[in-house]
């Protein structure tokens, strides 16, 4: 990685991304803190419309991006709002690519209005995990990318399908690591509702973090650390504390000397 540097067979991160995922309200219903959120994060996952969000939603969201100069990906979902997004809805893999380039194109639109620009596309949620490790859902989402533009770049599960997939397309791709997520020794993140999924703490999340920047290496529930790339970090937006854990992650790992910057820069939204 280019933001890497190998000292005595140990890696420190110099720079990383921060990411969230927001603008996930709808209508009078709101989500998490964006706007305290959006002051915190270098980029930002915007809801288009699938698994919440709607057109004002967006907007006030993108507003709120363009305003902190903080980058915006396109964050698709399935079309479940009572689960978030949470459920795996059974359709066929280009459904999931027509699904996904309609909510992209949703929030290009708004963005054109904003004047800002969407930079990348992150999968959401159930959709997310499943483009991780099926081959097939991941090279129709990266196919529907690409038919938007192959200079959209796609944000994935670090060692995921979705990141296979978009490599070997050519389509520009960055890999994540999650900040409040438990992990499995393949790599895959530990299923919601099973012990170890989440990680409440913001001082333990923020140690875990520092210790992969030294390393290079994750822990999992299961085994011995697993080597993982990343290029950007998440914190989950709607999660309880998540504000409080963003603020702790930021001076902790600012403090260990590691720079916090868009993982895309020249796609920074203007101030």
């Known amino acids: 990685m280019d933001n890497e540097l190998r ?27 964006d706007e305290t959120m959006l002051g915190l994060v270098t980029s930002a996952n915007v809801a288009c419309g699938g ?3 709607d057109p004002e939603t967006m907007f006030q969201t993108l507003q709120l991006a363009a305003q902190n100069g903080v980058v915006v990906g396109a964050h698709p979902g399935y079309a479940d709002r009572e689960g978030f997004g ?8 280009a459904e999931i ?10 929030l290009q639109g708004i963005a054109a209005q904003v004047g800002v620009k969407v930079a990348y596309v992150k999968p959401h949620g159930a959709l997310g995990n499943l483009a991780a490790r099926d081959r097939d859902v ?9 038919q938007i533009s192959p200079e959209l770049a796609v944000l994935a599960i670090s060692g995921a399908q979705l990141e296979q997939a ?28 099973q012990d170890g999924a989440m990680i409440h703490d913001a001082d ?57 910057a868009p993982f895309l820069p020249d796609e920074r939204a203007p101030l």
């Open 7 to 33: 000292n005595k067979g140990q890696i420190m991160v110099r720079r990383i991304d921060l990411n969230s995922d927001l603008g996930e309200g709808f209508g009078p219903w709101q989500m998490g803190d």
């Open 138 to 146: 991941a090279d129709a989402i990266v196919a529907a990318t690409r």
């Open 204 to 260: 333990e999340a923020a140690d875990r973090l520092i210790g992969y920047l030294q390393s290079g290496l994750m822990p999992v529930i299961d085994g011995a650390p697993i080597a993982l790339e990343a290029h950007s970090i998440c914190v989950h937006g709607d999660s309880e504390g998540a504000v409080a854990m963003t603020r702790t992650i930021r001076e902790k790992i600012t403090a260990a000397g590691v720079e916090l």
């Open 86 to 93: 949470r459920r795996v809805i059974p359709m066929h893999p």
């Open 166 to 193: 978009a490599r070997a397309a050519g389509q520009p791709v960055y890999s994540e690591i999650f900040a409040d997520r438990g992990y499995l020794s393949n790599g895959q993140l530990v299923p919601r509702g």
């Open 51 to 53: 698994h919440a969000s």
């Open 97 to 106: 690519g027509r699904m996904c380039a309609a909510q992209i194109g949703a």
